[in-house]
T-cell receptor, first 113, second 111 residues
């Protein structure tokens, strides 16, 4: 089955700096890669996703890049703000069968004011 | 628009007691439904998924079971809870069989 590795497990950045979280996946058949943000005690919220026919996608201060050949994808947050502090999860799935997501273990991002 | 309801929000149960968590989805038909568990400070573990009424697939052997009696209803159950069943349980559904959205979650503490 699919295996998703996520790094780093914790990340501290100064407000205004950029943050990058990286994930690798094992199954070359995976073709959908979402990112979730989870604030303390709350549910994960989908913040951005990318399909394998696209190399990069942006939404305001967040962007995701995908390298299918290397089987890795990354989340980039620019001009970080204290409200960006949360745990971020990457995931991978195939657009077939059960469409179930396999999650990375999460990255705890702390933005220092 | 589609919404997902999950209850209760918090639950404290003694070891050996039964469990029933319910999740319903509104505004869509024939969704894929999922139960995830998140242990404190840990990632998301898929427990069960369902692609239709009465169709349940289990991802890990455990003390839990799931049922889907109606198209938009998904239930997580246990006959006898263990201490290790404590965690944050999240129901989820997927739109277009891909984008997945989570319910509010149930924080279960087994004492």
């Amino acid at each position: 089955g699919e295996n998703v590795e996520q790094h780093p497990s914790t990340l501290s950045v100064q407000e205004g700096d950029s943050a990058v979280i990286k994930c690798t996946y094992s199954d070359s058949a995976s073709n959908y890669f979402p990112w979730y943000k989870q604030e303390l005690g709350k549910r994960p919220q989908l913040i951005i996703d990318i399909r394998s026919n696209v190399g990069e996608k942006k939404d305001q201060r967040i962007a995701v890049t995908l390298n299918k050949t290397a089987k890795h994808f990354s989340l980039h947050i620019t001009e970080t703000q204290p409200e960006d502090s949360a745990v971020y999860f990457c995931a991978a799935s195939m657009e077939a069968g059960s469409y179930q997501l396999t999650f990375g273990k999460g990255t705890k991002l702390s933005v220092i004011p | 628009s589609q919404t997902i309801h999950q209850w209760p929000a918090t639950l404290v149960q003694p070891v050996g007691s039964p469990l029933s968590l319910e999740c319903t989805v509104e505004g869509t038909s024939n969704p894929n439904l999922y139960w995830y568990r998140q242990a404190a400070g840990r990632g998301l573990q898929l427990l069960f998924y369902s692609v239709g009424i009465g169709q349940i697939s289990s991802e890990v052997p455990q003390n839990l079971s799931a049922s889907r009696p109606q198209d938009r209803q998904f239930i997580l159950s246990s006959k006898k809870l263990l201490l290790s069943d404590s965690g944050f349980y999240l129901c989820a559904w997927s739109v277009d069989r891909v984008k997945t959205f989570f319910g509010q979650g149930t924080r279960l503490t087994v004492v």
